[in-house]
């Protein structure tokens, strides 16, 4: 079994940055890829970006290119999601996912609970 846990969300004025982390434990072998979703109420659930753990490879949704940066510490487990100049359509909960991968497909998939994140004018 794979936890995941968020922090760094909170209210943050328009304007700010925000960065928010994902720490995972439990049974991480092959449970490489790293992501990030936002979740608004009435909408889908919004893919925002993805990296794999030890490459230096990242890809995002072209929704969210340019104020939103993926990033991964291998040696602690965590993956962050850096967002700059906020504005309040960010405003939303934000969550963070795992997945195992064989052969290409995703065999497991792990999400953490979720972080509210509120940008005011």
């Known amino acids: 079994q794979v936890q995941l846990v968020e922090s760094g969300g909170g209210l943050v004025q328009a304007g700010e940055s925000l960065t928010l982390s994902c720490l995972a434990s439990g049974s991480l072998g092959g449970v490489d890829i790293r992501e990030w979703y936002r979740q608004v109420p009435g909408k889908e659930r919004e893919f925002i970006a993805s990296?794999?753990?030890?490459?230096?490879?990242?890809t995002y949704s072209d929704s969210f290119k340019g104020r939103f940066t993926i990033s991964i510490d291998n040696s602690k487990n965590t993956h962050y999601l850096q967002i700059t100049d906020m504005e309040s359509e960010d405003t939303g909960v934000y969550l963070c996912?795992?997945?195992?991968?064989?052969?290409?497909?995703?065999?497991?998939?792990?999400w953490g609970q979720g972080t509210q994140v509120t940008v005011s004018q």
């Open positions: 996912s795992a997945r195992r991968l064989y052969k290409g497909s995703t065999m497991e998939e792990y």
């Open positions: 990296t794999k753990l030890h490459w230096d490879l990242s």
